[in-house]
């Protein structure tokens, strides 16, 4: 049995693991954020990204020696 496709701003979801919550089948990845040297384009990039519909980010301490989630960090806050 399939599983009805839901969309947020049309972008395809479907449910995390066992969680049942509910989380955009396109995720914005860290890692990269603190590669580039310019904060304010990986914040854009993630508030953009919500904006359109996003709920799915991933990141990890070890990204860029902290970089990456202090950029995430300031996009949410």
């Not at 969309?7 to 860290?30: A, D, K, Q, Y």
Request: glycine content about 12%.
């Amino acid at each position: 049995m399939s599983e009805k496709i839901e969309r947020i701003n049309s972008i395809p979801t479907r449910i995390l693991g066992r969680t049942g919550v509910r989380v955009t089948v396109l995720c914005v990845g860290g890692y990269h954020m603190g590669k580039t040297g310019d904060t304010q384009l990986g914040i854009r990039i993630i508030r953009t990204a919500i904006d359109e519909g996003v709920n799915f980010l991933d990141n990890a301490w070890c990204y860029n020696d902290g970089e990456s989630e202090r950029i995430m960090g300031l996009a949410l806050s």
